[in-house]
């Protein structure tokens, strides 16, 4: 672990470290060698950015059979790559019974871009209650994802709680007594903190939580619904703001512009009890698996695409603009030609007016003034803003027959069906694999080859459950499936063993986290019997040791 991850400078006793493109391009702010994407990043990064604005439309899909500068991999290679990112959380028991209805989470990431523009983060509300989790699939660089990672579950901590506890809060900052714990994180070694803006980032937090104790009123709090859509909307303008306000130190100044020019999107869950909330913000996922009464396993989408393959998405942005832009609003299924998801923080490009670009660029540091990519405006920009981070919401109650839920960057969906990724993971889980149909996808094959690959499969389910994390499970599936849906070693070498600059020719950034639900609480929940849901860190955590921000 490097020491910047494990320690950091005490200036609030509030927090602790915290832990494909889908813009023409890399980034409008490069992650070079020379300034990692964060402060306290030491991946490895490409030498060699690309243009934001490419001169033909990037072809949609991936190609699945690299044939060139792949190199082969021995097993123990290839799982050291998959299982590099790989986390999981346990939730502790209590007189040898779990008393909560969610039973851990595993997740993963796999890098197609470098340096990676996905983000996860994975909390537990020490104040209030319940579980919180959450994918960023970063655009533009990955800096917008980065901030949205160490920042957003705070926002919903705080739009959670009582307005008696916000007071308390603001009470212990003004006379400055020691604070309790905000929220428990649940963090992979490797997750960064971006450092130098910790003390930037509390004080508009601050500012946030003052406002939520002016507009309530003793015992007033709000719901999880009206908590998360009231923190997607303050982070975003949150991020406009110190954007635009810009910051005396350099660095900070560079720093939040880059997080404000990028962009991200966002799906998160909270999860407490039986009630299950999805809040999302562009084209990731979250999906459940549901086991059937014959033991099989079916997707329950509770999510929908921000993108223009959702009709209604379509229709809401040409009705927020005048009907002669409904040509030029969406083009080639992007926004304004340009961004393929249709909600997302960040992304000022599609938010600011253009005096405000250019006022804000001009005022910026020294390293913007020779970046021709910071000035192009987007063409067609007419009546901003186009873009939008406020999520669409879900609620779900859970029952004994939801078994997990599937958070994931749009990188896994474009390799595997909803369906197909609920059937690996309820088959790893539960340690049945159920033998469907031996399909050769249109192929023409012999008897013999028929009979060896009916004999792969064999050797492959005695095999299938090596993976100790179902994230990493899913993972190596998305990778290295062959043409007839089974994961195979040469596939998968020839995939993991790509140059940084083809990689993302072939797939995406891939982030996972799979959350695996308690039936036994929820039979117990469902029947109306009476169970004291406990702190998901009760008896894991010291109360009394302090948050550093």
């Given at each position: ?6 320690t950091?400078?005490?200036t609030?006793?509030l927090?602790?470290g915290?832990p494909?493109?889908k813009?023409w391009g890399?980034?409008?702010f490069?992650?070079q ?9 030491h991946?490895p990064?490409?030498?060699?950015p ?5 001169t033909?439309m990037?072809?949609r899909?991936?190609r699945?059979s690299?044939d060139?500068h ?5 097993p ?11 986390y999981s ?12 209805s ?5 997740s993963?990431?796999?890098p ?9 983060s994975?909390a ?8 919180l989790?959450?994918v ?7 800096a ?18 009582p307005h008696e506890t916000?007071?308390e809060?603001e009470a212990?900052?003004e006379a400055?007594r020691?604070?309790?714990p905000?929220l428990?994180?649940h963090?992979h ?5 971006t450092r130098?803006a ?6 508009s ?9 002016d507009?309530?009123?003793?015992g007033?709090s ?5 908590a ?13 703001l110190e954007a635009?306000v ?7 100044h560079?720093?939040?512009l880059?997080?404000?020019?990028s962009?991200a999107?966002?799906?998160?869950a ?5 009630d299950?909330?999805?809040a999302?913000t562009?084209?990731?996922r979250?999906v ?5 009464e014959?033991g099989?396993?079916?997707a329950?989408?509770l ?7 959702n009709e209604?998405?379509v229709?809401r942005i040409q ?5 002669s832009?409904?040509k030029t609003?969406?083009r080639?299924d992007r ?5 393929m998801?249709?909600?997302?923080f960040?992304?000022?490009?599609f938010?600011?007016?253009i005096?405000?670009q250019r006022?804000v ?6 390293q913007l003034?020779?970046?021709e ?5 987007p063409?067609n920009?007419?009546?901003p803003p186009y873009?939008?981070a406020?999520?669409?919401i879900?609620?779900?109650?859970l029952?004994p027959?939801?078994r ?9 969906w474009?390799t595997?069906?909803?369906?197909e ?5 309820g088959?790893y889980?539960t ?11 249109g ?5 013999g ?8 499969r064999k ?8 993976d100790?994390?179902?994230?990493t499970?899913?993972?190596r599936?998305?990778?290295?499936n062959?043409?007839?849906?089974a ?10 063993s790509l ?7 072939y797939?995406?950034?891939i982030t996972?986290?799979i959350?695996?639900f308690n039936?036994?609480w929820?039979d ?14 009760e008896g894991?955590?010291d109360m009394n040791?302090k948050?550093t921000?």
């Amino acid at each position: 672990m490097h020491p910047e991850r494990a320690t950091m400078p005490v200036t609030s006793q509030l927090f602790r470290g915290f832990p494909r493109t889908k813009l023409w391009g890399s980034s409008l702010f490069p992650c070079q060698r020379q300034l990692p994407c964060c402060p306290t990043s030491h991946r490895p990064t490409s030498s060699q950015p690309h243009p934001i604005w490419p001169t033909a439309m990037p072809v949609r899909g991936y190609r699945r059979s690299p044939d060139l500068h792949s190199y082969n991999l021995t097993p123990p290679q290839v799982n050291s790559i998959l299982k590099a990112n790989e986390y999981s959380f346990k939730v502790p028991e209590f007189d040898g019974k779990n008393v909560s209805s969610v039973m851990g989470f595993d997740s993963n990431q796999l890098p197609a871009n470098a340096p990676i523009e996905d983000r996860r983060s994975a909390a537990t509300c020490l104040q209030t209650r319940g579980m919180l989790l959450g994918v960023f699939d970063g655009h533009a660089g990955c800096a917008c994802a980065q901030a949205l990672s160490e920042r957003l579950f705070y926002y919903v901590a705080m739009s959670l709680m009582p307005h008696e506890t916000l007071c308390e809060l603001e009470a212990a900052v003004e006379a400055g007594r020691p604070l309790s714990p905000i929220l428990q994180w649940h963090k992979h070694p490797n997750d960064f903190f971006t450092r130098e803006a910790q003390t930037m980032y509390f004080n508009s937090l601050r500012t946030y939580w003052q406002e939520l104790i002016d507009l309530s009123s003793p015992g007033e709090s709000l719901g999880p619904r009206e908590a998360l859509l009231s923190a997607f909307k303050r982070l975003d303008s949150d991020l406009s703001l110190e954007a635009q306000v810009g910051d005396a130190n350099s660095f900070l100044h560079y720093w939040v512009l880059r997080v404000a020019f990028s962009g991200a999107t966002a799906c998160v869950a909270h999860i407490d009890g039986s009630d299950l909330y999805v809040a999302n913000t562009g084209d990731g996922r979250a999906v459940l698996g549901v086991q059937e009464e014959d033991g099989s396993f079916s997707a329950h989408t509770l999510s929908n695409d921000h993108n223009a393959q959702n009709e209604n998405e379509v229709a809401r942005i040409q009705g927020e603009h005048p009907p002669s832009e409904k040509k030029t609003v969406v083009r080639q299924d992007r926004l304004l030609g340009l961004l393929m998801p249709f909600r997302a923080f960040g992304d000022v490009k599609f938010k600011w007016s253009i005096d405000l670009q250019r006022g804000v660029l001009e005022s910026g540091p020294d390293q913007l003034h020779d970046n021709e990519h910071t000035k192009f405006i987007p063409p067609n920009y007419h009546t901003p803003p186009y873009l939008t981070a406020e999520p669409e919401i879900t609620h779900h109650r859970l029952r004994p027959q939801d078994r997990f839920l599937v958070l994931g960057t749009d990188g896994l969906w474009e390799t595997l069906h909803r369906q197909e990724v609920v059937r690996i993971v309820g088959e790893y889980l539960t340690g049945v694999h159920q033998r469907q149909p031996l399909t050769v996808g249109g192929y023409h094959v012999t008897l013999g080859q028929m009979q060896g690959l009916l004999a792969e499969r064999k050797a492959r389910a005695s095999l299938a459950f090596q993976d100790q994390n179902a994230a990493t499970h899913l993972i190596r599936h998305a990778v290295g499936n062959n043409e007839f849906g089974a994961v195979d070693h040469e596939t998968l070498s020839k995939m993991l063993s790509l140059p940084e600059e083809l990689a993302r020719m072939y797939r995406d950034d891939i982030t996972i986290i799979i959350t695996q639900f308690n039936p036994t609480w929820l039979d117990t929940s469902a029947k109306g019997g009476v169970l004291s849901q406990l702190s998901l860190s009760e008896g894991n955590v010291d109360m009394n040791r302090k948050f550093t921000f």
